[in-house]
């Protein structure tokens, strides 16, 4: 039976989602759907369905087994339903350049309390230290200035600036490219 992470934060813990979560999974983008509207690529109806985790958290799982990801949730440690964010590292390459790509999301009502510059940082040392990454990169939108400050604060360094990058809110937008590299080898 394969060691799924658990990683104890400050104020919360760092998990994968399982069967027992879609309740809390769903309350979270529900609850915060106009927040994070902006951010994100356009969700599909669906997403907002239990069918839609259920298959979703299988995939997930299998991802990670498969060494292509890793999707954490972080959990309030006091309220192990309610969820404050995501973090996701996504787009796994391995072979001579070990790297992968960093993405989150946190609760409007817990923005600005600090809770991914406590957390962001125990993921990463996972990645760093268990899976063996080198780089971790993450991309943000010029007008997306809070999360460029929180980039800056963990340490990623500014890479590049990519015209139309992705698509998101059905808009294909600018990004800042970053990145933070292992720097005990």
């Given amino acids: 039976m394969p060691t799924f992470p658990k990683l104890q ?15 809390a999974i769903l309350r979270y983008f ?12 356009i969700k ?13 958290i299988c995939d997930r799982t299998q991802a990670f087994l498969n060494d292509q990801g890793i999707k954490f949730f972080l959990f309030d440690q006091d309220n192990s339903q309610q969820i ?3 973090i996701n590292f ?12 960093l993405g989150f999301s946190i609760s409007a009502q817990y923005q600005g309390q600090g809770y991914m510059t406590e957390s962001i940082p125990v993921a990463i040392s996972y990645l760093f230290s268990d899976l063996s990454f080198h780089r971790i990169m993450a991309a943000y939108m010029p007008h997306n200035q809070r999360s460029g400050r929180l ?35």
């Fill in 151 to 185: 980039l800056r604060r963990l340490g990623f360094q500014m890479e590049g600036y990519a015209p139309r990058y992705l698509c998101i809110n059905g808009i294909w937008q600018d990004h800042i490219l970053t990145s933070l590299i292992k720097t005990n080898v």
């Fill in 90 to 101: 996504s787009n796994v390459i391995r072979g001579a350049f070990q790297s992968c790509t």
């Fill in 30 to 41: 529900i609850v915060n759907r106009d927040h994070l509207e902006p951010f994100e690529p």
């Fill in 84 to 86: 404050i964010a995501t």
């Fill in 44 to 56: 599909p109806v669906e997403f907002y369905t239990p069918e839609f985790w259920r298959a979703l």
């Fill in 9 to 23: 934060c400050k104020r919360g813990i760092l998990r994968m989602a399982t069967q027992d979560d879609i309740d």
